[in-house]
């Protein structure tokens, strides 16, 4: 049974930073693409980033790029998003994704306010 667990968020102030993790269970992690999506309020789902099973592939989107960087231990199961610089419009839940499963998390709500 898939499973991801993220954890890591917040209040924190704008151009504050927060690591977000999402620790894996139930699939081999090291063989799974990996992605970081976020809701904001009346909004749709957004992709933030993706990464590859090796990390060889990383992508984001244009809204974070320069600010947020994905990353994972394969040897923990875990993958990370570092956020940086962090802005009152970066106000989300914030969801762990595993594309070949179509799993999601519960989810880790980070809020930017001053």
């Known amino acids: 049974q898939v499973q991801l667990v993220e954890s890591g968020g917040g209040l924190v102030q704008p151009g504050d930073s927060l690591r977000l993790s999402c620790a894996a269970s139930?699939?081999?992690?090291?063989?799974?693409?990996m992605n970081w999506f976020r809701q904001a309020a009346g909004k749709d789902r957004e992709l933030v980033a993706s990464?590859?099973?090796?990390?060889?592939?990383?992508r984001y989107a244009s809204f974070v790029k320069g600010r947020f960087t994905i990353s994972r231990d394969n040897a923990k199961n875990t993958v990370y998003l570092q956020m940086n610089s962090l802005k009152p419009e970066d106000t989300a839940v914030y969801y762990c994704?595993?594309?070949?499963?179509?799993?999601w998390g519960q989810g880790t709500q980070v809020t930017v306010s001053s």
């Open positions: 994704h595993a594309p070949r499963f179509g799993s």
């Open positions: 139930g699939f081999t992690f090291g063989s799974a693409a």
């Open positions: 990464i590859s099973d090796s990390s060889g592939t990383i």
